[in-house]
């Protein structure tokens, strides 16, 4: 059993600042990837960033410059530092890991946090 739980979301001003935290736990054999997806109201989930293992990151082009995503110390946790936060910002933030346990590998979700930003 795999556990992804986020912390971090609120409301901002735009152009303000917010950092989210995702920690996973339980039965992990390894690690492959971690990221940030997010969905508005009335749009599909998108990817907004993703750290491999090696430390390779990729991100949306609509955030590149603003967020950075990192991973902690025990490469179990990683967060999303999201700098000059614009209104289309807002979506519920999902932490997403690329998780091989002992007995499969696949993806592991959190359950969300919320991100607003205002005008």
């Known amino acids: 059993q795999v556990q992804l739980v986020e912390s971090g979301g609120g409301l901002v001003q735009a152009g303000g600042s917010l950092r989210l935290s995702c920690a996973a736990s339980?039965?992990?054999?390894?690690?492959?990837?971690m990221g940030w997806y997010r969905q508005a109201p009335g749009k599909q989930r998108e990817l907004v960033a993703v750290?491999?293992?090696?430390?390779?990151?990729n991100y949306a082009d609509s955030v590149k410059g603003r967020f950075t995503i990192s991973r902690g110390n025990a490469k179990n946790t990683v967060y999303l530092q999201m700098n000059s936060l614009k209104p289309e910002d807002t979506a519920v933030y999902y932490c997403?890991?690329?998780?091989?346990?002992?007995?499969?590998?696949?993806?592991?979700w959190g359950k969300g946090t919320l991100v607003t930003v205002s005008a």
């Open positions: 339980g039965s992990i054999f390894r690690i492959n990837a």
């Open positions: 750290i491999t293992s090696g430390g390779s990151t």
């Open positions: 997403n890991g690329q998780i091989v346990t002992t007995v499969n590998g696949m993806d592991y």
